[in-house]
C-alpha cells in the first residue's frame, strides 16, 4: 500500500512541527510554508506506508506512533532493521543517495504521517535552516544502531541479543507501568526473532524462562520489562 485512503492536504498547527530538531531552527513563517506543502497519512497497525526497492518519490514525519523499517534477504526472509519514533524522518532515500527506498516502512501502530514529494528535498535542505544538518544526523544514528546490532549478531550469544533488543526497545519506546516498563506497541515473538537473528522457537523458549523468573510480564502482545536491570546482567553475561 503506497497511499492511505485518508491521505489529504489539511491546516496543521504550525507547533507540530517547531521543537522537532529538522525544523527546531525554523520561525513560524518558514514552517507554515513547509506545513503548506505536505500531505497528511493516517495507517492503521500492520500497513506498510512504502516497499523497498520502489521509486523513492515521497519522504515522510511521523507525528504519531510507530513504524518498523524491514529489510527483505535474498532468501525472502524477514529482517525488521530499525523501529522510528514519532518525531522522526523517515523514507529519507534522497539523504543516502538513493533513488529507491532501501527497506519497507511498516507501522507498527496506528500513525498519523506526513509526507513531501521528494522533488523538493534539495530545496528544503538549502532554503532551512538545520534541515539538512539535523537529517544527516539522524542518519548517522541510524547507521550506527544497525552496524551495533551487527556486532551483537556476530559476537553475542542468542540469550544476549534478545536482552539488548528489549533493553534497546524499551529505551527507545518504553513507559512505566506499575510493574516496570512497558514496551510502547504490540510486538511478538515473532518480531523479535527477526530482530535478533533466532528461531521463534528459541525466543519463545527464553521470553518463557524470563517470565517465570520475573524478569519480563507477556500479555496480550505487550511486553513489560519488569527488572530492566537483570535483564542489563543478561545481555553481558558470559555463557
Known amino acids: 500500500m503506497q497511499a492511505s485512503p485518508s491521505s489529504r492536504h489539511v491546516r496543521l498547527d504550525e507547533s507540530l512541527l517547531a521543537d522537532l530538531p529538522p525544523f527546531s531552527k525554523l520561525d513560524g513563517l518558514a514552517i507554515r510554508n513547509i506545513l503548506a506543502k505536505a500531505t497528511t497519512h493516517r495507517f492503521d497497525a500492520g500497513v506498510s506506508v512504502f516497499e523497498e ?5 515521497r519522504f515522510y514525519l511521523l507525528l504519531d506512533g510507530y513504524v518498523r523499517a524491514v529489510r ?5 526472509d524477514q529482517v525488521i532493521a530499525l523501529h522510528i519514533s514519532a518525531g522522526q524522518l523517515f523514507g529519507i532515500a534522497k539523504a543516502l543517495g538513493r533513488e529507491t527506498y532501501p527497506a519497507t516502512a511498516i ?3 496506528e500513525t498519523l504521517v506526513l509526507s513531501w514529494p521528494t522533488s523538493i528535498w534539495d530545496d528544503f535542505s538549502a532554503r532551512y535552516d538545520g534541515f539538512a544538518t539535523e537529517t544527516y544526523k539522524a542518519v548517522g544514528k541510524r547507521i550506527g544502531e544497525m552496524n551495533n546490532r551487527i556486532v551483537e ?9 534478545i ?24 510486538i511478538t515473538r ?39 536491570h537483570q535483564l542489563v546482567v543478561l545481555s553481558t553475561a558470559r555463557v
Not at 526497492?53 to 518519490?57: I, K, L, R, V, W
Not at 549478531?153 to 541479543?161: I, K, N, S, Y
Not at 536482552?163 to 504490540?186: M, P, W, Y
Open 163 to 186: 536482552a539488548c533488543a528489549l533493553l534497546r526497545l524499551i529505551n527507545q519506546t518504553g513507559h512505566k507501568v506499575s510493574d516496570g516498563i512497558e514496551i510502547d506497541f504490540q
Open 53 to 57: 526497492g520502489n521509486a523513492a518519490d
Open 153 to 161: 549478531m556476530a559476537t553475542l550469544h542468542v540469550e544476549q541479543r
Open 107 to 109: 507501522t507498527a501502530t
Open 190 to 228: 515473532q518480531d523479535l526473532s527477526e530482530m535478533t537473528g533466532t528461531t521463534l522457537h528459541t525466543v519463545s523458549r527464553m521470553l518463557s524462562a524470563w517470565e517465570k523468573s520475573g524478569v519480563i510480564k507477556s500479555r496480550h502482545k505487550k511486553i513489560t520489562v519488569c527488572d530492566p
Open 72 to 76: 527483505i534477504t535474498p532468501d525472502g
